[in-house]
């Protein structure tokens, strides 16, 4: 698998107005999986999230409802080892 990129670019749906956050490879210091609690839903479960932790950011951003989470996971941490970046992938 080849994937060259240096920064990921976030775009929320319906959010044209507020720049997207752009998380470059380097300064990404953490990676966890988690799962978000449904509080106000019709359907209680959880929804497969992500929480990165960057340099530069007093807190870590949340992405919560990632299609193929696990998928999105695995390609950045390829994408860290190549970069030889230090970031620590948690899983759960």
Do not use: W, Y
Request: glycine share 6%; net charge positive.
């Amino acid at each position: 698998m080849r994937v060259h990129f240096r920064a990921l670019v976030f775009k929320q749906k319906g959010k044209a107005e507020h720049p997207a956050p752009l998380l470059v490879v380097e300064d990404i210091k953490s990676v966890r999986k988690i799962s978000i609690l449904r509080t106000l839903s019709l359907l209680a479960g959880t929804r497969k999230s992500i929480e990165i932790v960057v340099s530069g950011r007093s807190k870590p951003v949340q992405f919560i409802g990632v299609a193929k989470r696990d998928d999105f996971v695995m390609r950045l941490e390829v994408v860290c080892r190549t970069r030889n970046s230090s970031t620590i992938f948690h899983d759960g």
